[in-house]
């Protein structure tokens, strides 16, 4: 392949080629045998991989965007009140779309690259009467990640539903739907689930549907609405056809495609490699000398880094500079900051090998902007941290 870069984004990222294969593949009809077997297998997957026995997923054509829409679209009623733990440019997202359905929304901030102490939120959750608690899993404007598992159990404890914006870590940070209490947890394709833009993927728990039939007011959506998809989802699941909207027939067999390749490397094995991945990757940057927007090495994702650029180098120029070098990276993202950083996706199928062309590509763009390191430390040190704990 000529001109090959590497993309290495916080979505979308390199899909395998069974993956590509299946997109390119002819349209069968939504009604085809082989399609119904292929939604119902994605179906029952995407159960498997947010480790949600009791969950209902839902596969709408779409982008992570649009999963968040659903969840708020369904969940709130006029009046209702929700925190969100805001740790970036998606908490804000988040906030802004509940409140179009009527939520008094109540954002628990952090310092940029930080995230609300656990006892904050827990001060929050007991003075509000809150309906509805989101959280960002990791918000790919700070590479910051929260402790969901925490969250949930405080969500629990003081009545809220726990939402979960994972379109930045599902397939990639530890998520246990059901065991943690999470409510709804949603993604999109094309992040560490590795499937090209498209698709809104998202899950809901007993109490999130529940919550769902117990409103009083209409949905104030009506692609968004559960009530129009359920009876689709599950009619695929038990394999016969059902129709509401077309299916995204090809996404679809795409899913079902990296869905396989996901379970049979196994979760345990997947996430012990986005956590050697997420090491290797700080180990290099901060081998060259580069500082971080998460506040510390806890708080860092293991899906994508966000390297602070040192004084003097000129972002933009770095980032055509890294292109050169065949690697695509991302800049910044938070408006608070956005001039001042970059973002490295190292989620999917990632391995070792990208992470080296990475830091290489970052190396040889410094370099070039002018930034003072010993030469090859960036790799060395990743090599190292890849291979310890
Ligand atoms: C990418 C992303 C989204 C938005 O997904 P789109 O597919 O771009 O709509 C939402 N939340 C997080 C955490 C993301 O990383």
Redesign the pocket.
């Known amino acids: 392949m000529k001109n090959r870069t590497l993309l290495m984004i916080?979505?979308p990222i390199e899909f395998e080629p069974a993956v590509l294969a299946a997109l390119g593949a002819p349209t069968t009809s939504h009604l085809a045998p082989n399609f119904i077997e292929a939604f119902g297998q994605a179906l029952e997957r995407l159960r498997e991989l947010f480790l949600a026995p009791d969950g209902q997923p839902f596969v709408i054509a779409g982008?992570?965007?649009?999963a968040?829409d659903s969840a708020g679209a369904n969940l709130v009623e006029p009046g209702d009140r929700a925190l969100v733990i805001n740790t970036g440019y998606?908490g804000d997202?988040f906030g802004a779309l509940l409140e179009r359905y009527g939520a008094q929304v109540h954002h628990l901030r952090a310092p940029v690259g930080g995230r609300p102490a656990l006892d904050e939120v827990e001060a929050a959750l007991r003075g509000g009467a809150y309906k509805l608690l989101t959280v960002?899993h990791?918000?790919?404007s700070t590479g910051v990640r929260t402790d969901v598992k925490a969250l949930a159990a405080l969500a629990r404890a003081y009545g809220a539903l726990c939402v979960v914006?994972g379109?930045?870590s599902v397939a990639g940070e530890e998520l246990h739907m059901s065991e943690w209490g999470v409510d709804v947890a949603l993604t999109?394709s094309?992040?560490a689930v590795g499937v090209p833009?498209g698709l809104a993927l998202l899950v809901a728990g007993p109490r999130a549907l529940q919550a769902y039939q117990a409103r009083k007011t209409p949905v104030a959506n009506f692609y968004a609405d559960w009530g129009n998809w359920l009876s689709v989802m599950q009619a695929y699941e038990a394999r016969k056809p059902a129709y509401f909207g077309t299916p995204a027939v090809n996404l679809i067999f795409a899913l079902n495609a990296s869905l396989e390749i996901i379970l049979k490397e196994g979760l345990e094995a997947r996430l012990a490699r986005h956590r050697a991945l997420g090491r290797a990757c700080r180990a290099g940057l901060a081998a060259l000398g580069l500082g971080q927007v998460p506040l510390s090495d806890e708080l860092a994702a293991n899906t994508m880094s966000a390297p602070r650029f040192p004084p003097g180098v000129n972002g933009p120029a770095f980032l055509a500079e890294a292109a050169k070098a065949g690697v695509t990276l991302a800049g910044g993202l938070h408006p608070a900051i956005r001039a001042e950083y970059f973002r490295i996706g190292h989620m999917g199928s990632a391995g070792l090998g990208d992470i080296l062309a990475t830091l290489g590509a970052v190396e040889a763009a410094l370099e070039a902007c002018g930034h003072a390191f010993t030469p090859g430390a960036g790799v060395a040190a990743a090599r190292t941290a890849w291979r310890g704990a």
Do not use: E, N
């Open positions: 916080p979505g982008t992570g965007t649009l968040m998606f997202r960002t990791v918000d790919t914006d379109v930045c999109a094309q992040k833009p």
